[in-house]
């Protein structure tokens, strides 16, 4: 993942196994605990501690572990643009509430 300039932030990562199914959570260490509203998209989204806090990692080594995930939800700029990278997501999936990107993805 390039760095290009920008501050680094570790990324969190929260994986947890329900039905079968590997749910990632992972946000930006900078976007935890942010509440993002926007009236214009009529968009609420809390970036919650209790979802989101997992294992505290670099973004390359959160990205290898969001890989795993047959549901992913992924919050902050770092994180964002590596999954973009390793292809887990379209950029067209990404929502930016108040410039923060927001993206979901599942794997069937």
Same mark, same amino acid.
């Given at each position: 993942m390039e760095n290009r300039g920008k501050e680094r932030v570790k990324t969190y990562v929260k994986k947890q196994v329900v039905n079968g199914e590997v749910i990632? @959570? @992972?946000?930006? +260490?900078? *976007? /935890?605990? /942010?509440? /993002? *509203? $926007? +009236?214009n998209i009529k968009a609420n989204f809390? *970036? $919650?501690p209790y979802f989101y806090k997992g294992e505290l990692l670099d973004p390359e080594e959160a990205v290898k572990i969001l890989a795993t995930a047959t549901i992913g939800n992924i919050v902050g700029e770092q994180i964002v643009q590596a999954a973009l990278e390793m292809g887990l997501i379209h950029p067209e999936a990404v929502l930016r509430i108040k410039g923060i990107p927001i993206a979901l993805f599942t794997r069937i």
């Open positions: 990632i @959570a @992972a946000c930006d +260490e900078n *976007v /935890l605990g /942010l509440h /993002l *509203v $926007d +009236e809390y *970036v $919650d």
